[in-house]
């Protein structure tokens, strides 16, 4: 199939929408959000969507109808419909891998089509998640044993980024659906610090590891596995044992095979699916461990819902779409390098790095497709901690900072621990801080509540800080979906404007190959001859002749 290199008629910034939000941003920049909602009352009401039960209010942020309008120009005039039907239909647009991209292959329902190099994936897809639902019930259920006879109690996934960020977040989000019987760990530095804590009070004969790695090459994700298997081989004795307490998520039977993994313990996976985009794979192997099959299926159909909204509905009512071009409106015109993810949810306490590597590896691009170096911003920096908590480290810089940086708010109108007052506060909290960040508090109010001239400057709020604030009714595994999959789509929509590929991820192998040349230096006998630079050297050095004993 021919790689669709979308070829705009003119470049980004000088397309006419580019040009007209331009003339339109210098209007509006110093207009307040207290004259935007004086000026119209429904405001609240209107700058509102509700669709497959998320429910976004983006009526505090500085924008007009115009905006949005223009905006949606803009997402038009890139071809952004072209592309997400290219991207739906299996086109290979990670043109620099030259692969499809087909996560929303992995949350069709059964029955769907979609053909890959002829092939459709989307019986592949379901015969995998028959196996994994098999295996999961098999270990829940204690018919699948460890080497000794016992019971699994223990599951330790090990995998690193895409292969770790996924199955850790989603197990925390959906904690309170999972198999309270079981422990959940997730090893992926390789740090040993994070294998020995992960592990120190697990017993062998009761854990399974799930060794996750699309590649099945990836440096600490072998190291860990290693260790783990000595770990096991330890206390069991028995060569055998591997084959009782290891499965493996991996595109690559061979390495899993040479690892000594049984393949017929290994959950497959494609090269069409990333790894920031695995969770709903088998990546998801070990959530599913958690949840069970049924909770993972419906995590599947929320991601689903998503997808379907996003391909069918026009933009203008399209959550993705509307995300992505307001995110756009402040990096690019507003120049807001940073945007902040805010669960007032304790369950998505990693989101937001989940979030990070989701948005930062896709879109963190200097080039466009054409391989061009390009004149405007790209992906923004993400980053959030889990209300309440942030208000009391970092808000201050939010509220009254000189950095302008937009806040996404999420939150849930009932709480799985309903320990009253608890919710009500936490969704109270919510509620005042996008208030505070839009209206502010003035000098004159300030006066008028008798506060001394001095300390006026100090406790005005300008206010006119953007948030968008999304609220669904309830935390489960189907939400989680939606919501994951609403981020995905919003970081293809931006990448699909700013013309740059979001699937691909070079920027880290310089320092993978770096890292291993130096290993060999740190490891030699005797001092190796060091080719660095002086800095680079001296570190290696000193590294050399501090760590005896260590
Ligand atoms: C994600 C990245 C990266 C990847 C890890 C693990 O999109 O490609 O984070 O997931 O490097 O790779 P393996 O799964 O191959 O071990």
Redesign the pocket.
């Known amino acids: 199939m021919a790689a669709q290199m979308p070829n705009p008629p003119i470049p980004l910034t000088e397309r006419p929408a580019w040009t007209a939000l331009q003339a339109h941003h210098r209007e509006i920049r110093s207009v307040h959000l207290r004259t935007l909602f004086a000026q119209d009352p429904e405001r609240g009401e209107r700058l509102a969507l509700e669709a497959i039960g998320l429910y976004l209010d983006y009526s505090k942020n500085r924008l007009t109808d115009a905006t949005i309008g223009l905006l949606l120009q803009l997402a038009e005039e890139s071809g952004l419909r072209a592309r997400v039907d290219a991207m739906f239909r299996g086109e290979p647009i990670n043109l620099t891998e030259g692969r499809a991209v087909l996560h929303v292959a992995l949350r069709a329902p059964r029955g769907q089509s979609i053909v890959v190099d002829g092939q459709d994936v989307v019986p592949l897809v379901h015969a995998v998640l028959d196996r994994m639902a098999d295996f999961t019930n098999r270990v829940r259920s204690g018919a699948w044993r460890g080497q000794t006879g016992r019971r699994i109690r223990n599951v330790v996934n090990i995998?690193?980024?895409?292969?770790?960020?996924g199955p850790a977040m989603a197990y925390e989000a959906l904690r309170g659906y999972s198999d309270r019987d079981l422990t959940f760990r997730f090893v992926s530095n390789v740090d040993g610090t994070d294998f020995a804590e992960a592990t120190r009070d697990l017993d062998p004969a009761e854990t399974l590891f799930v060794v996750?790695?699309?590649?099945?090459?990836?440096l600490e994700?072998l190291t860990n596995a290693r260790t783990a298997r000595d770990w096991c081989l330890r206390a069991l004795g028995d060569e055998q044992a591997v084959a009782r307490h290891f499965v493996a998520v991996?595109t690559n039977a061979a390495d899993v095979a040479r690892f000594g993994i049984d393949p017929a313990n290994m959950f497959p996976f494609w090269d069409w699916v990333?790894?920031?985009?695995?969770l709903p794979s088998a990546?998801g192997m070990s959530l599913m461990l958690a949840i069970g099959p049924d909770h993972f299926r419906q995590m599947l159909a929320g991601f689903h819902a998503m997808d379907a909204h996003f391909r069918t509905t026009p933009f203008a009512r399209n959550l993705p779409v509307l995300l992505g071009l307001i995110g756009l409106w402040y990096t690019n015109f507003f120049g807001a390098e940073t945007v902040a993810v805010l669960p007032y949810d304790q369950y998505l306490g990693r989101l937001p790095a989940y979030l990070q590597?989701l948005d930062m590896?896709s879109n963190g691009k200097h080039v466009n497709l054409q391989g061009r170096a390009v004149s405007y911003d790209t992906g923004p920096i993400v980053w959030g901690q889990p209300g309440t908590n942030g208000q009391h480290a970092f808000y201050q810089l939010i509220h009254q900072g000189t950095r302008l940086v937009p806040c996404d708010f999420i939150g849930f109108c009932q709480s799985l621990n309903p320990l009253a007052p608890h919710h009500d506060l936490l969704m109270a909290n919510l509620f005042a801080q996008t208030e505070a960040l839009a209206f502010g508090k003035t000098a004159q109010e300030l006066a008028a509540e008798g506060v001394s001239d001095p300390l006026i400057p100090h406790r005005a709020f300008d206010g006119n800080r953007p948030t968008n604030t999304l609220l669904a009714e309830r935390m489960t595994p189907e939400t989680l979906g939606k919501l994951v999959a609403l981020y995905e789509h919003k970081v293809f929509v931006q990448a699909a404007i700013w013309q740059i590929n979001a699937f691909d991820?070079w920027g880290?192998e310089l320092g993978k190959a770096l890292a291993l040349e130096i290993t060999p230096e740190l490891q030699a006998a005797a001092d190796p001859p060091l080719a660095h630079d002086s800095s680079t050297n001296m570190l290696i050095r000193r590294y050399r002749q501090h760590r005896a004993g260590s």
Do not use: M, N
Not at 212 to 218: A, G, I, R
Not at 274 to 278: A, D
């Open positions: 995998g690193i980024g895409g292969s770790d960020l996750s790695s699309k590649t099945f090459t990836t994700t991996s990333g790894g920031r985009y695995s990546i590597q590896e991820q880290v």
